[in-house]
């Protein structure tokens, strides 16, 4: 079982470059998610995706756009890497949690680390 | 502002030794309170906890929630080299899309 696929693992880039980050899951979930991991502050959400053909911004969205370009793929890009966006970048999926419904997990991939000089 | 925060932030023992992780929380609509355990790449779900005073028990770990007083805590009884990993205290709000709140992880490290 896949589970959350990321790619890629790792990347460097330069300042000003960009990139788009790929997420796959194969759990028929309805809602996705991007996480970026920095020391000493947890997971902070950029982007979520309740359902397809819905996104919405979390905490930090500020120089990151996201598709969902179908039930099973929900990307991240980054137009103009900066130094800032240096992190680890998570992906997860989750059955929808919304307003009387059971609470569901999320389930994360392993990650892609990424470095911007 | 909606916080989890975990203590100690980092933990070292040796194998054998039983180890109990904290988790405080702050979190508004409060719906549920997870475990995961972060080794090098995924974090992987351990526990969710909806409901005051039932612990849950997977092996040798366990957990339990006081809802009244906004505390979680995470034990690991005779701990292994594998234990060694950073531990998430995660609580889900209630808005629609089941907004989490992360702590900063407390990092086990088990020696043998």
């Known amino acids: 079982n896949a589970g959350v696929t990321q790619t890629p693992k790792f990347q460097v880039l330069k300042t000003g470059q960009s990139m788009t980050l790929q997420c796959a899951q194969d759990?028929?979930?309805?809602?996705m998610y991007w996480y970026r991991q920095d020391p000493g502050m947890g997971l902070r959400l950029i982007y979520y995706?309740?359902?397809?053909?819905?996104?919405d911004k979390g905490e930090v969205p500020n120089g990151y756009n996201v598709s969902r370009l179908n039930k099973r793929e929900f990307s991240l890009r980054l137009e103009s890497a900066a130094p800032s966006q240096t992190s680890v970048y998570f992906c997860?999926?989750?059955?929808?949690?919304?307003?009387?419904?059971?609470?569901?997990?999320?389930?994360f991939g392993d990650g892609t680390r990424l470095s911007i000089l | 502002e909606d916080k989890v925060v975990q203590s100690p932030l980092s933990l070292v023992v040796h194998e054998g030794d039983t180890v109990t992780l904290n988790c405080s929380y702050e979190?508004?609509?409060?719906?549920?309170l997870l475990w995961y355990k972060q080794e090098k790449k995924a974090p992987t779900f351990l526990f969710m906890l909806?409901?005051?005073?039932i612990e849950k028990k997977s092996g040798r770990l366990s957990s339990i929630l006081d809802k009244k007083e906004l505390f979680s805590i995470l034990n690991i009884t005779a701990t292994q080299t594998g234990d060694s990993a950073i531990y998430l205290c995660?609580?889900?709000?209630?808005?629609?899309?089941?907004?989490?709140?992360f702590g900063q992880g407390t990092i086990l490290t088990v020696h043998p």
């Open positions: 997860a999926s989750s059955e929808k949690s919304g307003a009387g419904r059971r609470y569901q997990p999320q389930h």
């Open positions: 995706s309740a359902s397809e053909g819905t996104t």
């Open positions: 909806t409901s005051s005073g």
């Open positions: 995660v609580c889900a709000g209630g808005t629609s899309y089941g907004k989490l709140t």
């Open positions: 759990m028929n979930h309805n809602s």
């Open positions: 979190v508004t609509n409060f719906r549920s």
